[in-house]
């Protein structure tokens, strides 16, 4: 998975929009989108598109588990059987929560933690242990900027830190690392230079706003000619070391060993 798309569930039309797109994920939101005196019909709506066939893996945003609507969502959606269930405001204690809740209700629908809290960030190793069913990590930089007080910032300095932390978990427990959306829409620069960052901290995918953000974003995560490139020497020196039985290998005045070789097999396999 590269991208994922919100969509708010109060949004026939931008529903539908969602059905023609290749976007690897469409997040159905009933939290933040929608307004309070929608969240009703928002859910009879979400519910409905997901008995819909459909080509693409579609997860619901829910509200929080201390929300009034936490559990409403959750019954008006588990029914249609959802791709996956995003946890807003996620820590250990609300992750183990909604664990309960779907062994109770026999559901064994994934779970994808929206770490956006102070307290969620510095317990996400915790938090990543906290139930079976959980797939993913996605960093929410809005609310936790807005929570520690400091603004957001187009080169986001402000949340490399987190973005390390989260990337760091995710891997350490085989979860997707799923970087925060970029609120800039129309400046494909911009979301470039964004994700470039992501990247470099260890996110894998990118969570988009709007339609024209997830080719950019797709793009952007896949490994570059240059790199690809860069793998396929690598593998070829490694193989020819190992023909002639040494352990390891220079290429272009730089060790080739174990962890570099595991590196190129990764950008590989990340194409398409």
């Known amino acids: 998975m590269r991208t994922a798309l919100y969509v708010p569930g109060s949004s026939p039309r931008m529903i539908e929009k969602s059905r023609t797109l290749e976007v690897d994920v469409v997040i159905l939101d009933l939290e933040d989108a929608v307004s309070a005196g929608e ?51 996620a820590d250990p204690e609300s992750v183990a929560a909604l664990d309960r809740f779907l062994d109770d209700a026999g559901a064994e629908v994934p779970v994808i933690a929206l770490v956006e809290t102070a307290r969620g960030l510095l317990e996400v190793a915790a938090l990543s242990r906290a139930s079976s069913r959980l797939i993913g990590l996605q960093l929410g930089a809005e609310d936790l900027t807005a929570e520690l007080g400091v603004e957001r910032t187009a080169g986001g300095e402000e949340i490399r830190f987190a973005r390390h932390q989260l990337a760091l978990a995710a891997h350490a427990y085989d979860l997707m690392a799923i970087d925060t959306p970029n609120l800039t829409i129309g400046d494909d620069e911009a979301l470039r230079a964004d994700i470039a960052i992501a990247r470099s ?9 709007h339609p024209a953000q997830v080719p950019v974003a797709d793009a952007a995560f896949q490994p570059d000619p240059a790199e690809i490139a860069w793998a396929d020497r690598v593998l070829a020196a490694a193989e020819q070391a190992a023909l002639e039985g040494k352990g390891a290998v220079a290429l272009d005045g730089q060790m080739v060993d174990a962890p570099v070789v595991a590196r190129a097999r990764r950008l590989l396999a990340a194409q398409n």
């Not at 997860?59 to 269930?85: F, K, M, Q, T, Y």
């Open 39 to 89: 969240k009703e019909s928002a859910r009879a709506r979400v519910a409905e598109e997901l008995r819909r066939d459909a080509s693409m893996t579609r997860w619901v945003r829910i509200n929080p588990v201390d929300s009034a609507e936490h559990l409403d969502d959750l019954r008006a959606v588990l029914p249609a059987s959802p791709d996956g269930i995003l946890l807003p405001k």
């Open 201 to 209: 901290c260890g996110m894998t995918a990118k969570t988009c706003i």
